[in-house]
């Protein structure tokens, strides 16, 4: 008997030394992986295949890779499914006003800059405009993939008619013909409103997925059958099941938590966030109409973006392009998850399109055109209201 006190005394000993020891798991809203809530079982499998194929799945020339990529799996550039680093930045090019990419028989819109072995990596043609792109975070794509086309048209102001300085417009987009038409999609000149991208320039998740396959890791489907080094027609490489598998994950990962809600100093701060303009192109709040995924429809979320393009001015123009946007304008991002973005990004800011900026501030002073207004009101904010406002954009 005494024997076996020792070693309930020895594992309540080791139980305890444990709990010590182990780091707590970290709380809901300081991680942006996670599944939204009120799936159904079946939902919640369909999730975690997602999650292995876009987390888990590193691809070798054996299962596709290449012969020329940028990445070997989807999760390298999104670590925990949040914004990338510079050295996952993408390059894109050839196309410098509306009428199309002119270089994709010569290795456009992306550089693949990466190649398996026995093959030449891309280089970027002499003269040619091109931009960097930081690769997003992931979350909360599903509700902004339900953001009905009318509430998108009706935050645009194209000709500043309230004159308040600011006239976002949508990127009108000709539609691939593997994507899915929404349930009422508005249409100009047979163009469709992109709401993915940094430009905009994406239709949907499906899109989105497919030519991040093809484009980032050289990865076939019957989606995009086109080879990117050869440019022939090829067999698929990654079947429609994992794509559709993907595409239902990056729906239903949950929304970015605010955090510290009712810290005065993070309420005063969103008060001076409205008060100078941020709120009229990083909306707040927005609602999804219909959704096929059940708990996704007719729902009022806060994702800080209007889904519009805006003129950036100057200093944010690459002098390339996507659809039907201009050289200068870009889409506004959302802000959900911002305070999070160190996370992923190796403890450091990397902020804009580009990852230019290293401070939240230091984006902020880079905002021009349209949100020159906000900038200069910013500036002219004391350093209390400054600390205030940072408050409460890294709580987000």
Not at 21 to 39: H, N, Q, R
Not at 60 to 74: E, H, K, M, R, Y
Not at 117 to 131: A, F, Q, T, V, W
């Amino acid at each position: 008997m005494y024997k076996y006190f020792i070693f309930f005394l020895l594992f309540i000993y080791t139980f305890i030394s444990c709990k010590k020891i182990m780091p707590s798991a970290p709380k809901d809203d300081e991680i942006l992986d996670g599944p939204i809530e009120g799936l159904t079982s079946a939902q919640l499998k369909q999730f975690i295949k997602g999650d292995i194929a876009f987390n888990d799945e590193v691809f070798t020339p054996q299962t596709g890779l290449g012969p020329i990529f940028v990445a070997n799996s989807c999760g390298s550039c999104h670590a925990g499914d949040g914004k990338g680093h510079p050295f996952t930045t993408l390059i894109r090019f050839g196309q410098i006003d509306s009428t199309g990419n002119t270089w994709l028989n010569q290795g456009g819109p992306q550089l693949q800059n990466r190649a398996i072995p026995g093959y030449e990596p891309e280089n970027l043609p002499n003269n040619i405009s091109y931009s960097k792109i930081l690769p997003p975070a992931n979350t909360g794509l599903g509700y902004l993939d339900a953001v009905t086309d009318a509430d998108i048209l009706a935050m645009s102001d194209p000709n500043d008619s309230n004159g308040d300085g600011i006239s976002g417009v949508p990127n009108w987009i000709n539609l691939p013909n593997y994507c899915n038409k929404r349930i009422n999609s508005i249409t100009q000149n047979g163009k469709y409103i992109g709401r993915f991208g940094k430009k905009a320039s994406t239709y949907d998740l499906l899109q989105q997925t497919v030519n991040a396959y093809n484009q980032d890791m050289g990865i076939n489907s019957s989606f995009e059958p086109i080879d990117t080094y050869s440019k022939l027609l090829v067999d698929p490489e990654v079947s429609n099941q994992t794509i559709n598998e993907v595409i239902f994950y990056l729906k239903t990962l949950k929304t970015p938590l605010q955090r510290n809600v009712n810290d005065i100093e993070v309420k005063n701060g969103k008060e001076l966030f409205i008060s100078i303009g941020c709120d009229k192109c990083h909306k707040p709040e927005l609602k999804t109409g219909y959704s096929d995924i059940e708990v996704l429809s007719n729902k009022i979320f806060y994702p800080y973006t209007d889904l519009l393009l805006h003129n950036m001015g100057n200093s944010l123009d690459d002098n390339y392009t996507e659809g039907n946007a201009k050289t200068y304008e870009w889409r506004t991002p959302a802000l959900w998850g911002l305070g999070l973005s160190k996370n992923s990004q190796g403890g450091n800011y990397f902020l804009m399109h580009d990852g230019r900026a290293k401070s939240i501030e230091e984006a902020i002073l880079l905002h021009e055109g349209e949100s020159k207004q906000s900038n200069t009101k910013y500036q002219n904010l004391t350093s209390s209201e400054k600390q205030k406002l940072m408050k409460f954009l890294e709580s987000l």
